[in-house]
């Protein structure tokens, strides 16, 4: 980010006294942390904020502050429009059917579109919360212990407790500074990549009875009758596909689970030296190099047999 672009985010915020905060469906840490961490900061300064997640916040974060104040829908009229961690405005569902192209876009996706009137991305950050807390430092906004909570559980998850390849120093030193306002690291580690709730841990029974891994490429399914037979109540894959990752004998995992509206979310991870976004890119969706996601229509064979074809073709010509 430039100074150019931050002064003008900082215009923006300046003059709106009503303001929409959304992010994408089946919300993950740093979603919500940047939702909600966006949302607190804007409060401290006076001004009225509305929280927005198609699919609500999902229990893994309940004990986060305000994830109460999230809504499912936007209403009223807003000054100002901001999306946060999402690469493609298709990501945040129906939200913004009645209000147009947002404001600000801030996000750390490779694979970001920049589809708002400003857009604040930058790839390296390691999280959107990173890019958040820049611009608020930058400006010299408020700081204060529930938006480090928050903050530090967005790091926390998209570095899965600072393990990813793109885990950098200065990320490192934001958790620091994160904890020094009150953040409590172990305790937020422990709620949002610890615990596992039973539904959950019998889904992945389920994915696992079924587990597929042939050069190097490991993949599995869970289905709605999966869902179903467990009472898994969200649309993920209870984070099955870092379990995946974990196996020594792969370069890179698949999940593939089966949606009510006729799609199939797919979820990539990937070791260093593999570009799973340009994978993920050919079929509509983004993400970063070691981890991507996306929507495809189909049914859940027809999904499997032409993703794990396009993803052998990436194994193959890599590394």
């Known amino acids: 980010m430039n100074k150019e672009n931050i002064q003008a985010f900082g215009n923006l915020v300046e003059r709106a006294d009503r303001i929409l905060i959304i992010s994408h469906t089946r919300p993950d840490g740093d979603a919500v942390g940047s939702l909600i961490g966006l949302g607190l900061i804007f409060e401290e300064l006076g001004k009225k904020v509305n929280l927005v997640l198609e699919d609500g916040v999902p229990k893994v974060f309940h004990h986060l502050p305000s994830y109460d104040r999230v809504f499912r829908e936007a209403a009223g009229v807003y000054d100002l429009i901001v999306v946060v961690d999402c690469s493609d405005i298709d990501r945040i569902g129906n939200v913004l059917d009645d209000y147009g192209e947002p404001d600000v876009n801030i996000d750390h996706h490779p694979t970001n579109t920049c589809f708002a009137g400003l857009n604040l991305v930058q790839e390296t950050a390691v999280a959107t919360v990173e890019i958040i807390y820049d611009l608020a430092v930058a400006l010299s906004l408020p700081l204060n212990q529930s938006i480090a909570e928050v903050f530090l559980t967005g790091l926390l998850t998209d570095s899965l407790g600072f393990r990813t390849s793109n885990t950098t120093p200065k990320a490192l030193r934001i958790a620091a500074e994160l904890q020094e306002l009150g953040a409590d690291l172990p305790f937020l580690y422990r709620k949002a990549m610890g615990e596992k709730s039973l539904e959950a841990v019998k889904y992945w029974g389920l994915g696992l009875s079924r587990i597929n891994l042939e050069d190097r490429l490991v993949w599995t399914s869970l289905s709605l009758e999966d869902r179903k037979k467990v009472d898994y109540p969200g649309r993920d894959d209870a984070d099955l ?73 990436a194994l193959n010509g890599t590394g």
């Not at 698949?254 to 949606?259: A, I």
């Not at 199939?264 to 993400?287: H, I, M, N």
């Open 241 to 313: 596909i870092n379990l995946l990752a974990s196996i020594k004998e792969t370069d890179i995992s698949l999940v593939f689970v089966e949606q009510k509206n006729g799609t199939v979310k797919v979820s990539w991870r990937a070791r260093p030296g593999f570009d799973v976004s340009k994978t993920a890119l050919e079929f509509g969706g983004g993400g970063h190099k070691p981890a991507a996601g996306a929507e495809i229509k189909g049914s859940l064979e027809q999904v499997q047999e032409d993703v794990i074809k396009a993803t052998r073709h």
